[in-house]
């Protein structure tokens, strides 16, 4: 079928009009966005790359950041350099969501980052317990010894908490150690995951106990990690939409537990060239 331009209509009429449309079809999507919500009609790639960097609403950056870090393209190269400049922001819930998302998607090289953060003081509790986790997911034995001190110092449970965590990961004396001392931590959660990872490191199920495991370490020395289990931390699971709610017969994948990136790289590195105990 072929279609004729109306005579009365020239180029830059033309334009107008696909202009005018464009509009309208933008003026509908915010309305529908309006009606329905962000759940129905979410940003847009481009729009969540227009919050992260809007200067004036650190509720959008923080928003921005957290929607693109969550998509399935949120590892690529350019969105991580991303989080890397938008670390600076003077809003710490930005700070914070950043050091997330370096977590989630960043290299080996980024773990200096998360540590620079986890060893300030000066960051809020939630900024230090973001760079903590993202420890949890980058594999770099420069780490050990800063989590090993804020496990013992840190005067917040859940970066102590955290930090437990990612001990998991490191078989050496001064971390074994550290982790039987946090045993007797105030806080139970601590306790809880520093027998976590003293589980992992040795295979062993001992209690929470430290004297039984101080016991089972002098019985043992040499071979403290013969029985280490594999380490992997959980994977981000973004929460149902609106539309996997209403189609709630459909159930969702599991997720596949992850691997630290950079484990295995430097296992050896990793491995305490001292004598155990």
């Given at each position: 079928?072929?279609?004729?331009?109306?005579?009365?209509?020239?180029?830059?009429?033309?334009?107008?009009?696909?202009?005018?449309?464009?509009?309208?079809?933008?003026?509908?999507?915010q309305q529908l966005k309006d009606t329905l919500g962000d759940a129905i009609m979410p940003p847009t790639p481009r729009e969540a790359g227009e919050m992260a960097f809007n200067m004036y609403d650190a509720d959008a950056?923080?928003?921005?950041?957290?929607?693109?870090?969550?998509?399935?393209?949120?590892?690529?190269?350019?969105?991580?350099?991303?989080?890397?400049?938008?670390?600076?922001?003077?809003?710490?819930?930005?700070?914070?969501?950043?050091?997330?998302?370096?977590?989630?998607?960043?290299?080996?090289?980024?773990?200096?980052?998360?540590?620079?953060?986890?060893?300030?003081?000066?960051?809020?509790?939630?900024?230090?317990?973001?760079?903590?986790?993202?420890?949890?997911?980058?594999?770099?034995?420069?780490?050990?010894?800063?989590?090993?001190?804020?496990?013992?110092?840190?005067?917040?449970?859940?970066?102590?908490?955290?930090?437990?965590?990612?001990?998991?990961?490191?078989?050496?004396?001064?971390?074994?150690?550290?982790?039987?001392?946090?045993?007797?931590?105030?806080?139970?959660?601590?306790?809880?995951?520093?027998?976590?990872?003293?589980?992992?490191?040795?295979?062993?199920?001992?209690?929470?106990?430290?004297?039984?495991?101080?016991?089972?370490?002098?019985?043992?020395?040499?071979?403290?990690?013969?029985?280490?289990?594999?380490?992997?931390?959980?994977?981000?699971?973004?929460?149902?939409?609106?539309?996997?709610?209403?189609?709630f017969w459909k159930k969702r994948p599991a997720a596949e537990p992850v691997v630290p990136t950079g484990l295995g790289l430097s296992t050896a590195d990793a491995q305490d060239e001292k004598p155990q105990g």
């Amino acid at each position: 079928m072929t279609h004729i331009m109306h005579p009365r209509i020239g180029l830059p009429a033309c334009g107008a009009l696909a202009l005018g449309l464009a509009l309208a079809g933008c003026n509908m999507r915010q309305q529908l966005k309006d009606t329905l919500g962000d759940a129905i009609m979410p940003p847009t790639p481009r729009e969540a790359g227009e919050m992260a960097f809007n200067m004036y609403d650190a509720d959008a950056r923080r928003e921005g950041v957290a929607l693109l870090s969550a998509s399935s393209f949120g590892g690529e190269p350019q969105y991580v350099s991303m989080y890397r400049v938008l670390l600076d922001d003077p809003d710490p819930t930005v700070r914070a969501v950043c050091l997330k998302a370096l977590g989630e998607h960043g290299a080996v090289e980024d773990a200096a980052t998360l540590i620079q953060y986890l060893q300030d003081s000066a960051q809020p509790a939630f900024v230090r317990w973001e760079a903590a986790k993202g420890l949890q997911r980058i594999h770099d034995v420069a780490a050990i010894d800063p989590l090993v001190t804020v496990l013992r110092r840190d005067e917040d449970a859940s970066v102590r908490r955290a930090a437990a965590d990612a001990l998991g990961q490191y078989p050496q004396s001064n971390v074994f150690q550290a982790l039987v001392g946090a045993l007797d931590d105030a806080d139970f959660g601590v306790t809880l995951a520093a027998h976590k990872s003293l589980a992992t490191l040795t295979g062993e199920r001992l209690g929470t106990d430290g004297a039984r495991w101080l016991a089972w370490a002098d019985q043992n020395r040499g071979a403290w990690f013969a029985g280490q289990q594999p380490y992997t931390v959980a994977p981000y699971v973004q929460p149902p939409g609106m539309m996997s709610k209403v189609q709630f017969w459909k159930k969702r994948p599991a997720a596949e537990p992850v691997v630290p990136t950079g484990l295995g790289l430097s296992t050896a590195d990793a491995q305490d060239e001292k004598p155990q105990g």
